[in-house]
């Protein structure tokens, strides 16, 4: 690695629609979102492998981003607003736009090693920490607290790639809505105008069809929007840390071989897929290495389709309910172990899909999970292998490699379809460096004797 500062900014600006493009505008929000509210942000990386020079960046990359930034904001123009928290619950919290409302940009240099960067072995978790940026700060006041939604840094390693960091509060949308923004300005970026974008694109749908009175109130409830301006700090990832983060694959062949040993071993489990013995291999590998007690495994399933009526794929916002599951760490070690977590998550899955009252809850059932204790250890999944991020190009190539950043906050695990083969799945887990070490060689062992 080369000496000296690790990151030099070369620009800071604020990126708005085009002017006069988008009036003054309201989105309300729903019990889908308001479960975020006190939540971590997201924050992902993209690495793309473009060998340019500072200048070459600085007269062509930095014009072309921000200029294809703009114009997607226009069609997406929550990204560009904030989200304001009302501290009443007869005012349901809201994200507004007015003209002038802008997405912080960074654009910097960094003298990283790229190659590391962008390789699946553990590596340092504090290094990412320079590629994200921050949310702006709060602004609380007696009526309300306004806080900002989005922002973006652009990084030049030297004549070897170019990352893009964004991080945005979980309550603006999910997987989906990021996914559609993604494929917006990825499509602006490369052809410099949105005439390909409408006419084959996906407009963003802002209708709220969404309406429960009661699940609103559980929800905000939980959210204690009446203390929110007190109690509101919004997350950082800050080091030192002595947490890495590696990148796993599980290939086509692979998970077919996991399904198998679940199927033979329970010929009777009704529900058996990639994804749930994925996780189960994940969380088996992962119980192996920590300490006993009781386990969470948690993930989000996409309600869009399941609604009734069922709303569009490009509905903007969140739209995702959880399932999850509890496990003691001693029954999920070993073989054994795997297909106990495969069979737990399939029947819950299958369960939450077949539930005749919906696939959200009220918020006081999750109280129902802790009656056995509350676990010391709790695991969600970040992303969905649905949503194929890794076809995202800015007129670079597609990404080298996609970090999920957030996932260091709460000990989740971050999910895609692979860059390679969107068969495979590429999984990325953080964890101490030391507990690390051991789920690497229980993850390599596991696979030699399992399949």
Known sequence: MASGPILSVLEQTQVSPPVAAVSDKSLSLTYFDFLWLTQPPIHNLFFYEFPISQTQFIETIIPKVKHSLSITLQHFFPFSGNLFVYPTSTKNPEIRYVEGDSVAVTFAECNLDFKELIGNHPRDCEMFYHLTPLLGEPDKTSDFTKIPLFSVQVTLFPNSGISIGMTNHHCLGDASTRFYFLKAWTSIARFGSDELFLANGTLPVYERPIQNRKLDESYLKFAKVENFKDEYQPSKLCGPTDKVRGTFILSRPMLNKLKNLVSTQLPTLVYV???????????????????????????????????????????????????????????????????????????????????????????????????????????????????????????????????????????????????????????????????????????????????
């Open 273 to 451: 897929s990639s994804f749930t013995v994925a996780c189960g291999y994940i969380w088996s590998c992962i119980a192996e290495t920590g300490n006993d007690g009781l386990q969470m495994f948690g993930f989000t399933i996409d309600c869009r389709v399941r609604m009734k009526p069922a709303i569009p794929a490009a509905y903007f916002g969140n739209c995702v309910g959880g399932c999850f599951v509890l496990e003691q760490s001693k029954m999920l070690k070993g073989k054994e172990g795997f297909v106990t977590a495969a069979k737990l998550l399939g029947e819950s899955l299958h369960q939450r899909l077949t539930d005749k009252d919906g696939v959200l809850p009220e918020i006081e059932s999750f109280g129902d999970l802790f009656t056995n204790g509350f676990p010391s250890t709790m695991i969600g999944v970040a992303g969905t292998p649905k949503l194929k991020f890794y076809d995202m190009d800015f007129g670079w190539g597609k990404p080298k490699k996609i970090e999920t950043v957030s996932i260091d906050y709460n000990g989740s695990i971050s999910m895609n379809a692979c860059k390679d083969n969107s068969d495979d799945l590429e999984i990325g887990v953080c964890l101490p460096a030391i507990q690390m070490e051991s789920f690497v060689r229980i993850f390599k062992h596991g696979l030699e004797e399992y399949i």
